[in-house]
């Protein structure tokens, strides 16, 4: 079967979170995204696990569907048909070899009687009442001996894998192989998440993830940006059948991630946000990673990072197409493509912000008429789009599709700036950046 899925989000009990991230709503936005699956997040949280347990009933084997009382119509006007998974965030900072370490790691279970042991067992390390993504004094390896051995068929990823502060390999405080991070467990380790500063092109440049799988998630802590990275399988649709086709990297099962443009991540880049410095690898190292404005250590960033670590030169990519839009792969991998929200693209076509009315509206009128955001990304051809929405529109969906973009990197926490360029239409006021 395929399928698109977005394992990680945080609820309405996360810090900095929407409380409109909710299961009623998380249901019927995914399925006008024309998301499947979704992550649960949060499933420690006990107020959260509560609500799972009242609102979820089971569906296919280790997935979950909201019950029928509590569903809410689509833009379309229909009820959806989501499926969700249960996973969770966690965050360990501990010291271990001298260091302060900072690991963010997803666990995903098939079952609410092993997230309820699971549960159980780090209420009694920390807080997990505190925040719906826990912040443990628990070392990595710890925490991977508590999963595997309250289910071995729970899952551990780590999460957004090359962030500088809360990563297994963040130049600020990780790791520089997944053995040292898990130990004894590192073999249990199949897949990392790419995050939004880097692309499985920067990831294949390290011999030591060849047999690694990549997963993309939006890590969305409201409803508008769910699904701006996520996965697209063709398998069973069940916890076991995702889970294997990860394990296989079969770029039949696995068909492709769905990716940023990695420099709009907020860390693609070095520098100091405060201070408006942004560098290249190139112009750290000329520095000694030392800030000419403050004199103190710049955060190094996902690219600079990459780098660091990787054994291949640049990788240079196969094209194809896919739907309507390129793909890229290299050697038999799984391929990814890369794009902007929606509804950014509807607000830089217009001039106006992307939670503008004039947004809001085009929005609403494609969703009806092709049936989700990622369908129309993806898959619509660009004389159907424009036929459904303004002309300057459909240009810009089409500029995404072949990356007429100009983007100034995020660094240091700040997102990338990214505009359209070669646009043909005309605005009324100054083109806003996309963030």
């Given amino acids: ?7 990680h989000i945080h609820s309405k009990y996360s810090r900095a979170v929407s409380k409109l991230m909710v299961l009623e709503e998380l249901d019927r936005w995914a399925d006008d995204k024309g998301i499947k699956v979704m992550g649960t997040g949060d499933f420690t949280h006990p107020a959260w696990i509560t609500e799972i347990k009242e609102k979820l009933e089971p569906a296919e084997p280790g997935l979950y569907k909201l019950k029928e ?12 048909d989501t499926r969700f998974m249960l996973t969770v965030e966690i965050s360990s900072i501990y010291s271990r070899g001298g260091k302060t370490r900072r690991i963010h790691n997803l666990v995903f279970v098939p079952d609410i009687e092993t997230a309820e042991k699971i549960n159980t067992q780090l209420s009694w390390i920390g807080n997990i009442k505190s925040d719906g993504r826990p912040i443990l004094g628990l070392d990595a390896e710890e925490l991977a001996k508590i999963v595997f051995e309250t289910n071995p068929n729970a899952v551990i990823v780590p999460a957004h894998a090359w962030t500088p502060w809360f990563s297994v390999f963040g130049s600020m405080s990780g790791f520089n192989t997944i053995e040292e991070c898990f130990g004894k467990y590192a073999n249990q380790i199949f897949a990392i998440e790419t995050g939004l500063s880097s692309d499985p092109l920067m990831n294949w440049r390290l011999s030591m993830l060849d047999n690694i799988a990549f997963i993309s998630n939006s ?5 508008e940006r769910i699904g701006r990275e996520a996965n697209i399988f063709d398998t069973e649709l069940s916890y076991e059948g995702i889970m294997n086709a990860l394990k296989s990297r079969d770029p039949k099962k696995c068909i492709a991630t769905i990716e940023f443009f990695p420099e709009e991540g907020k860390y693609h880049y070095d520098g100091h946000r405060l201070c408006n410095v942004s560098w290249t690898p190139e112009e750290t190292k000329k520095h000694n990673a030392i800030c000419t404005k403050c004199g103190k250590k710049v955060t190094v960033g996902v690219l600079n990072r990459v780098d660091q670590l990787a054994d291949r030169a640049l990788i240079k990519t196969s094209k194809a197409l896919m739907g309507a839009t390129t793909i890229q792969t290299y050697n038999n991998r799984v391929p990814y493509m890369n794009f902007i929200p929606l509804d950014e693209i509807i607000g830089e076509a217009l001039g ?5 009315k004039a947004v809001k509206r085009e929005y609403d009128l494609l969703i009806k008429k092709f049936t989700s955001e990622l369908n129309i990304l993806m898959n619509v051809q660009a004389h159907e789009i424009e036929q459904g929405t303004k002309t300057e529109i459909a240009e810009a969906i089409e500029q995404v599709r072949s990356g007429k973009l100009s983007i100034e990197p995020g660094y240091d926490g700040e997102y990338g700036k990214v505009k359209l360029v070669h646009t043909k239409t005309v605005v009324s006021e100054p083109q806003k950046s996309l963030f």
């Fill in 1 to 7: 079967m395929y399928f698109i899925a977005d394992f």
């Fill in 69 to 80: 009382e509590f569903k809410q119509k689509t833009i379309k006007g229909t009820f959806a």
């Fill in 219 to 223: 890590d969305s802590h409201s409803l």
């Fill in 352 to 356: 106006v912000g992307p939670k503008s």
